[in-house]
Nanobody, 124 residues
Framework: QVQLVESGGGLVQAGDSLTLSCTAS????????MGWFRQAPGKEREFVAS????????DYADSVQGRFTISRDNAKNTLYLQMNSLKPEDTAVYYC?????????????????WGRGTQVTVSS
């Protein structure tokens, strides 16, 4: 069992930066690939970024490539999402997710554990 808690969301202006954190407790964090997903009102949950168990491999949605950076600190059981040059269309609830595999995936249903999410709102 893995418990995930996101933090760091908030209200920012377009062009600002924000860093999300996801703290894990329970079974060994380093054995899980991790991902960030987001869900805007009225839309399906969508993939944002993923990272392999040791941070050696990352993947990004086209919409955030070059603006967002996913990283992890296994010693601190923490996943991060650095978000730069934020746009109003980045407004959503952001979720972290854990997948019992060394490699990440874009597939929502492939993840075993989810946090409750943190709201990010970007004003124009």
């Amino acid at each position: 069992q893995v418990q995930l808690v996101e933090s760091g969301g908030g209200l920012v202006q377009a062009g600002d930066s924000l860093t999300l954190s996801c703290t894990a407790s329970g079974r060994s964090f380093s054995t899980y690939a991790m991902g960030w997903f987001r869900q805007a009102p009225g839309k399906e949950r969508e993939f944002v970024a993923s990272i392999s168990w040791n941070g050696g491999r990352t993947d990004y949605a086209d919409s955030v490539q070059g603006r967002f950076t996913i990283s992890r600190d296994n010693a601190k059981n923490t996943l991060y999402l650095q978000m730069n040059s934020l746009k109003p269309e980045d407004t959503a609830v952001y979720y972290c997710a854990a997948k019992a595999n060394i490699l990440g995936t874009r597939t929502t249903r492939a993840h075993d554990y989810w946090g409750r999410g943190t709201q990010v709102t970007v004003s124009s």
